[in-house]
């Protein structure tokens, strides 16, 4: 069983940055894309940003400000995020895809307020 622990969500004000850490228990090297999602109260989980292989992706309101990266060596995964705003506020969940098989975490709440 794959497991995912994300951590470093906040209370952060607007403008401020944060950065979100998934912990993966196999080689994220075995993972095809990871990603991040989040899902703000009373909407459905979106898509942040995905990275696979040394390609990246962005929705349109993260684009600039949202960075993925990852560390091969401590199988993690990172957001960094920058220049944060109230509709940033949401939980944020880290994923991984591996073809057929998709895996969770727990989720972590970022709020951005002042």
């Known amino acids: 069983q794959v497991q995912l622990v994300e951590s470093g969500g906040d209370l952060v004000q607007p403008g401020g940055s944060l950065r979100l850490s998934c912990a993966a228990s196999?080689?994220?090297?075995?993972?095809?894309?990871m990603a991040w999602y989040r899902q703000a109260p009373g909407n459905q989980r979106a898509l942040v940003a995905t990275?696979?292989?040394?390609?990246?992706t962005y929705s349109e309101s993260v684009k600039g400000r949202f960075t993925i990266s990852r560390d091969y060596a401590k199988n993690m995964v990172y957001l960094q995020m920058n220049s944060l705003k109230p509709e940033d506020t949401g939980v944020y969940y880290c994923?991984?895809?591996?073809?057929?098989?998709?895996?969770w975490g727990q989720g972590t709440q970022v709020t951005v307020s002042s």
């Open positions: 196999i080689s994220i090297r075995n993972i095809y894309v």
């Open positions: 994923n991984g895809n591996r073809g057929a098989a998709n895996y």
């Open positions: 990275i696979s292989g040394s390609s990246t």
